[in-house]
């Protein structure tokens, strides 16, 4: 028997429990993991608290990520005793994932867990600080270099936001920091944002071309303030689209791209081919610290995940949620 966040649905219905269940009742794979910590995304958060329709089978153990020791596995790629990562894959929503103290997955959705990070320091990375260093990797990738100018991080204060910062700052980049929490100012500049920026400035409409400020974006909201960090963005430079936490919508023209060549790069997190989660781990190892660890993410025990999960959504959560299992 083990420990599991379960949800549950009735005629009434969406229900979550911290529950036992037994190990004959995890679904089909051929690697079992001993989970020692794992994570709470907006995705995880959306799940439990059910305002979206995120899970699509039930029941359902929910979390995005997970991060632990292989058991049992028939996998070519690991054996018994191997430290691994998994984020993403649908785990949480069609497959039962991490908020759990075992869990049965695919081989070919884990990656090895870096030798810089702990289980708990991987999971204060978690989907969104792998989503982060996906996010500066296409940039890099499309020639955006620090000598062009400022990159834009919106949605500063997540876990995609705050990774991201940290991760440019140290590829060299100034940054600007968009959040509604001015007083985390102090906090955004300790991860290495230049100026920090009032989201007001682009929640609302605006005109389809403005004043060229950014040579590249990090944006995890979508809706207005996508729409504006595009019409913003200086001549051939490009957009990092990998959230929507203002909306799904995109409110814009296509007069910054055909007019400015600004290019918007979608990032997917959840189906990510191997070499690049492997090279956007291989990031995270080399270029973020422990102390930044530290200061992005703070530590809950499985009981605690649901209660979170609701301060999560009512944007009252700063950084990284660790949540250690077997507490």
């Known amino acids: 028997m083990f420990s599991a966040l379960l949800i549950e649905k009735g005629t009434t219905g969406q229900t979550v429990s911290l529950t036992q269940l037994d190990e004959a ?7 079992s993991v001993d ?15 059910g305002r979206s329709p995120v899970v699509r089978a039930f029941p359902m153990v929910p979390g995005a990520d997970l991060a632990g020791v292989v058991t049992a596995s028939t996998h070519a790629d690991w054996q018994k005793g191997d430290r691994v990562v998994l984020n993403g894959w649908g785990v949480g929503e ?27 320091q991987a999971m204060a990375i978690g989907t969104a600080g792998y989503t982060a260093s996906l ?5 890099l990738d499309h020639g955006v270099r620090p000598e062009q100018g400022e990159i834009l991080v919106t949605g500063a204060t997540g876990g995609v936001g705050g990774t991201a910062i940290a991760l440019l700052a140290k590829a060299g980049f100034t940054v600007a920091a968009a959040t509604g929490k001015a007083s ?20 609302d409409a605006g005109r389809p071309l403005q004043k060229e400020r950014w040579a590249g974006v990090v944006d995890s ?13 200086r001549y051939g430079g490009a957009v990092a689209a990998c959230g929507l936490a203002q909306g799904m919508d995109f409110p814009a023209s296509v007069a910054p791209f055909i007019l400015r060549g600004v290019s918007l790069l979608g990032i997917d997190s959840v ?51 660790v949540v250690d299992v077997h507490q």
């Not at 994570?39 to 439990?48: E, R, V």
């Not at 996010?135 to 940039?139: D, E, I, K, R």
């Not at 909201?221 to 963005?233: D, E, F, R, Y």
């Open 35 to 49: 989970v020692e910590y794992s994570t709470l995304n907006y995705k995880d958060g959306l799940a439990i608290t």
């Open 184 to 203: 985390e100012a102090e906090y955004l500049h300790h991860l290495g944002a230049a100026t920090v920026l009032d989201r007001a400035e682009f929640a």
């Open 25 to 31: 009742y995890l679904p089909a794979g051929d690697v």
């Open 135 to 139: 996010c500066v990797g296409a940039l």
């Open 221 to 233: 909201v979508g809706s207005h303030t996508l729409a504006n960090a595009c019409a913003q963005t």
């Open 94 to 120: 069609t497959h039962w994932g991490g908020l759990a103290q075992r869990a049965r997955v695919s081989g070919d959705w884990l990656v090895p867990l870096p030798a810089a990070f702990t289980a708990r």
């Open 271 to 321: 189906r990510a081919p191997h070499t690049s989660r492997r090279t956007a781990w291989d990031r995270l190892a080399r270029d973020l610290n422990a102390g930044t660890l530290e200061t992005i993410a703070h530590e809950i025990g499985l009981g605690d995940a649901i209660a979170a999960a609701d301060r999560l959504m009512e944007g009252k959560v700063r950084g990284r949620i």
